[in-house]
């Protein structure tokens, strides 16, 4: 059944922070690329539908954007070397004569 779609992506409930618009003319799934903001923020996405009838469908989505990104940060950073020093420190003590148990116990 063909139609007029408009869609409405905004950031939180005014319509003045648009992330995406497009109208589509037959119904059905589309996917696209909706830019997210390079600033750090929690908001509500606000998803809009309208009809060519008038009526309105709306969801919304509560999400975070670059707000937890130094946590992953700091376990790309610190991990590997923590791993590493922890292989050297074993390795270092295998191979020295002091640390073999004496023969006697």
Known sequence: MAGFYEV????????SHRLFA????QPGEY?????APNHRIGATVVVR??????QVHADSYVLSFN???YKMLKW???GPFT????VLLTMGTLGRADS?????L
């Open 49 to 54: 539908l309208r009809n060519r009838h008038g």
């Open 31 to 35: 996917t696209e690329v909706i830019p």
């Open 76 to 78: 790309l950073l610190v």
């Open 8 to 15: 409405t992506v905004t950031l939180g409930g005014s319509l």
């Open 67 to 69: 707000v937890h990104f």
């Open 100 to 104: 073999a148990l004496p023969a006697g």
């Open 22 to 25: 497009k109208n589509y003319t």
């Open 83 to 86: 791993a590493m020093a922890a």
